[in-house]
């Protein structure tokens, strides 16, 4: 089947505003990681959801950021009031089940440039 | 809280000749460890992992990689690079057991290699 789509693939947006990142999981998977990709930092895990459990909101830089999963499948990732410094790429993965062991498929990711 | 280190930060090789990526992980119990790679323009995907049993493990496109825990290491080989390899190259590991899911990436290997 498809693999993990995000959308969009590229958002410029100014300072202050906010910016929502979309992810569609692979079909039948049930847990959904965000991670980031900067040139600084590398690529750091965001926030993880597994089925209907309380998402691991442990990597979130801020209280800016937030994120839901609507239905146990697509999720968006919201950045409130911008900052130069969340310029990044957004990836989103998912695997079959939650679980060190399993892989994680990724996305094409979202590139996001904030003026 | 682990961590991984990739000591080379960009490789040249010419095509044929032999290829090593260093990876070591910082972490007090047993990992799960991964090689993720990234083409131009495409996005992150998995070339390999490691959980249990034979520490030595093969991949796609030719790519192995060997765990040696007395060094928490889990360098990558390939005996003979194409031009096609020109790819960034992630190591990854997350803790072992249940409710361990986040990877924490190193920084990424830059490979270029030279027709």
């Known amino acids: 089947g498809a693999g993990v789509s995000q959308s969009p693939s590229n958002k410029v947006t100014e300072k202050g505003k906010d910016v929502e990142l979309r992810c569609d999981p692979i079909?039948?998977?049930?847990?959904l990681y965000w991670y980031r990709q900067s040139l600084g930092q590398g690529l750091e895990f965001l926030i993880y959801?597994?089925?209907?459990?309380?998402?691991?909101k442990s990597g979130l830089p801020s209280d800016r950021f937030s994120a839901e999963r609507t239905g146990g499948s697509v999720s968006t990732l919201t950045i409130q009031r911008t900052q130069q410094e969340d310029s990044a790429v957004y990836l989103c993965?998912?695997?079959?089940?939650?679980?060190?062991?399993?892989?994680?498929?990724f996305g094409p990711g979202t590139r996001l440039l904030v003026l | 809280a682990q961590s991984v280190s990739q000591h080379n930060h960009h490789v040249i090789l010419s095509e044929a000749a032999s290829l090593e990526l260093g990876c070591n992980y910082s972490?007090?119990?047993?990992?799960?460890l991964f090689w993720y790679v990234q083409y131009p323009g495409q996005h992150l995907q998995l070339l390999l992992k490691?959980?249990?049993?034979?520490?030595l493990v093969k991949g796609i496109k030719g790519f192995e990689a060997e765990f040696i825990k007395s060094k928490f290491s889990f360098n990558l080989r390939k005996p003979s690079v194409q031009w096609s390899d020109t790819a960034e190259y992630f190591c990854?590991?997350?803790?072992?057991?249940?409710?361990?899911?986040?990877?924490?990436f190193g920084k990424g290997t830059k490979l270029s290699v030279i027709p």
């Open positions: 990854a590991v997350t803790p072992s057991g249940a409710g361990s899911y986040q990877l924490t």
């Open positions: 972490y007090g119990g047993t990992v799960n």
């Open positions: 490691y959980f249990s049993g034979d520490p």
């Open positions: 993965a998912s695997s079959l089940e939650a679980g060190g062991w399993e892989t994680q498929y």
């Open positions: 079909s039948g998977h049930t847990a």
């Open positions: 959801f597994q089925g209907n459990s309380a998402p691991d």
